[in-house]
């Protein structure tokens, strides 16, 4: 059964960094897309990374620069690195392995980041 699971969230302070980690099991990242997306109280659920299946990325406007997404095949892990981040950063942040064809995706439970003085 696959699974996908975040950690690495927390309590930051603006400027500061953190990386965060989704663990697959079940399924191999090398036969997946992988995206971020996080989701602010009162605020819809916004994409702002992901990594394709040859491993060329793409970002929302709001992080590219200061985000990075990555993925270790061996390890079946994907990451997002952050830095300088900013209050509005402050959300839970999922992560999305899937494919188009055909049409699977799994998603994980989320993880809170907080960036707050």
């Known amino acids: 059964q696959a699974q996908v699971e975040e950690s690495g969230g927390g309590l930051v302070q603006p400027g500061g960094s953190l990386r965060l980690s989704c663990i697959l099991s079940?399924?191999?990242?090398?036969?997946?897309?992988m995206a971020w997306y996080r989701q602010a109280p009162g605020k819809q659920r916004e994409y702002i990374a992901s990594?394709?299946?040859?491993?060329?990325?793409r970002y929302s406007e709001s992080v590219e620069g200061r985000f990075s997404i990555s993925r270790d095949k061996a390890a079946n892990i994907g990451y997002l690195q952050m830095s300088a981040l900013k209050p509005e950063d402050t959300a839970v942040y999922y992560c999305?392995?899937?494919?188009?064809?055909?049409?699977?995706?799994?998603w994980g439970q989320g993880t809170q980041v907080t960036v707050s003085v």
């Open positions: 999305r392995a899937f494919q188009v064809h055909p049409n699977v995706e799994y």
């Open positions: 990594i394709a299946r040859d491993d060329s990325t």
């Open positions: 079940g399924i191999a990242i090398s036969e997946y897309a």
